[in-house]
């Protein structure tokens, strides 16, 4: 693998403007957070570049390298001193070469989270207010960190641990990098149980329709996209035989059911047009084993299962699951590792009548995270996929891929 790290994107990958300006909004940033601490003002960045090698299968071999810049704010209105319970929030991207799904591998899952085409602009901003026990949001907003995600496969680099796949292979939605507008409704029965609805423009566009997500165009005919979720969270309010008011995260259970009510392809009769799509989904994030120091960390399984009619959809239905361990050796506490799987069977009626198709598309993912500091990771990366994009001519692909993040 061509793996030369941080000296090969500054001398080989970047133009000298935008390692300036990387430079430049990282010091801006630094000084930014130091003198508001405690204040309305919430300021974070992020950059992430990752190198890809496909040494074996999918189209052709070969490397790649591309990167993402995050800045975002955040404005708390009550520390601020005007009201309480709101915070307004924006989120800009930079997205900057070319990943190995588009060049190399062909796989419908896309086996890195960060890859996208060439982008500039905004990705969310959004106003949230906080009532009793509601929470209303309104604006463009990224479906993914409210809904259909796992909380532990967020560490995996492969796309579909983050929204189910029976959603993100089927439906336009509202997730990285193109966010639309929506409205949102969250309702608190207890700490351990949430109700979450949301409905959001059924048609964000494309970076290449729309440039930099400025636009907004909110049709009928293009439909809306409507989410529900239930959450459990399990919370373990005891701590070292001490009884805690906050209490530990160790597990959640989600079930949620969406429904599209734009125009969708009839894969059962193709000259027809269905208006209308929907499917359920349910995820499951658990510790199993938590280390007796801190009990936030140890090994936790997670899993997604989603279904979806066979009639309109390109899959009917998804697995993924995983195994994750944090802090496994005593010297590294912060570091992850982790084995996770995908599976995506397509549609019944796509086999009959595509004979180019297999059943499905699956990986199996390995990965090891070194944690450096509050600000630093590394993390390398194994993939094999099966049958990539679903189809029979391209043979099983093997990538790797080396992640660095510095986020302040």
């Known amino acids: 693998m061509k793996l030369i790290f941080l000296v090969g994107y500054f001398n080989t990958?970047?133009?000298?403007?935008?390692?300036?300006?990387?430079?430049?909004?990282?010091?801006?940033?630094?000084?930014?957070?130091?003198?508001?601490?405690?204040?309305?003002?919430?300021?974070?960045?992020?950059?992430?570049?990752?190198?890809?090698?496909?040494f074996?299968?999918?189209f052709k071999q070969g490397d790649a390298y591309y990167g993402l810049e995050q800045l975002s704010l955040n404005f708390n209105t009550e520390t601020?001193?005007?009201?309480?319970?709101?915070?307004?929030?924006?989120?800009?991207?930079?997205?900057?070469?070319?990943?190995?799904?588009?060049?190399?591998?062909?796989?419908?899952?896309?086996?890195?989270?960060?890859?996208?085409?060439?982008?500039?602009?905004?990705f969310e901003i959004w106003y949230a207010q906080n009532i009793g026990k509601f929470m209303f949001l309104f604006g463009q907003h990224d479906m993914n960190t409210e809904f259909a995600g796992t909380k532990y496969g967020e560490n995996f680099l492969n796309s579909t641990y983050g929204v189910v796949s029976n959603i993100a292979l089927n439906i336009p939605i509202s997730v990285y990098p193109i966010a639309a507008p929506c409205l949102l409704?969250?309702?608190?029965?207890?700490?351990?149980l949430i109700l979450k609805i949301a409905s959001y423009d059924g048609n964000p566009g494309t970076i290449e329709s729309n440039k930099h997500n400025m636009k907004w165009h909110l049709s009928s005919s293009e439909g809306f996209m409507n989410i529900a979720e239930l959450q459990?969270?399990?919370?373990?309010h005891n701590?070292?035989?001490?009884?805690?008011?906050?209490?530990?995260?160790?597990?959640?259970?989600?079930?949620?059911?969406?429904?599209?009510?734009?125009?969708?392809?009839?894969?059962?009769?193709?000259?027809?047009?269905?208006?209308?799509?929907?499917?359920?989904?349910?995820?499951?994030?658990?510790?199993?084993?938590?280390?007796?120091?801190?009990?936030?960390?140890?090994?936790?399984?997670?899993?997604?299962?989603?279904?979806?009619?066979p009639k309109l959809n390109l899959i009917s239905y998804s697995i993924e699951g995983g195994i994750r361990y944090h802090g496994i050796l005593p010297w590294r506490t912060k570091d992850f590792i982790g084995i996770a799987f995908t599976y995506a069977r397509l549609s019944k009626y796509v086999l009959l009548n595509d004979i180019s198709?297999?059943?499905?598309?699956?990986?199996?993912?390995?990965?090891?995270?070194?944690?450096?500091?509050?600000?630093?990771?590394?993390?390398?990366?194994?993939?094999?996929?099966?049958?990539p994009g679903a189809l029979k001519t391209v043979p099983n692909a093997c990538v790797g891929l080396l992640r660095f993040q510095l986020a302040l």
Not at 270 to 294: C, E, H, R, V, W
């Open 13 to 54: 990958f970047s133009t000298m403007k935008t390692k300036l300006l990387t430079l430049l909004l990282f010091s801006f940033v630094l000084q930014i957070n130091a003198q508001l601490v405690n204040g309305p003002f919430e300021f974070n960045t992020s950059f992430t570049g990752e190198f890809a090698d496909n």
């Open 56 to 58: 074996k299968g999918g």
């Open 80 to 122: 601020a001193g005007f009201w309480n319970g709101g915070n307004f929030f924006i989120h800009l991207l930079n997205i900057h070469g070319t990943g190995a799904t588009a060049k190399y591998v062909g796989d419908m899952m896309v086996l890195s989270n960060i890859e996208a085409s060439d982008f500039t602009g905004l």
């Open 185 to 192: 409704t969250k309702y608190y029965f207890s700490d351990n």
């Open 232 to 236: 459990y969270t399990v919370i373990n």
């Open 239 to 309: 701590q070292n035989g001490i009884t805690t008011s906050n209490g530990i995260q160790m597990g959640s259970y989600k079930l949620g059911m969406f429904y599209h009510t734009g125009p969708f392809s009839n894969y059962y009769d193709s000259t027809k047009t269905l208006k209308g799509n929907y499917g359920i989904y349910f995820i499951a994030d658990q510790m199993i084993i938590p280390k007796p120091s801190k009990p936030s960390e140890g090994l936790a399984l997670m899993m997604e299962v989603g279904f979806s009619p």
């Open 357 to 387: 198709r297999s059943f499905s598309e699956s990986s199996i993912e390995a990965s090891y995270k070194f944690q450096f500091a509050n600000h630093y990771t590394i993390q390398p990366d194994f993939q094999y996929i099966i049958h």
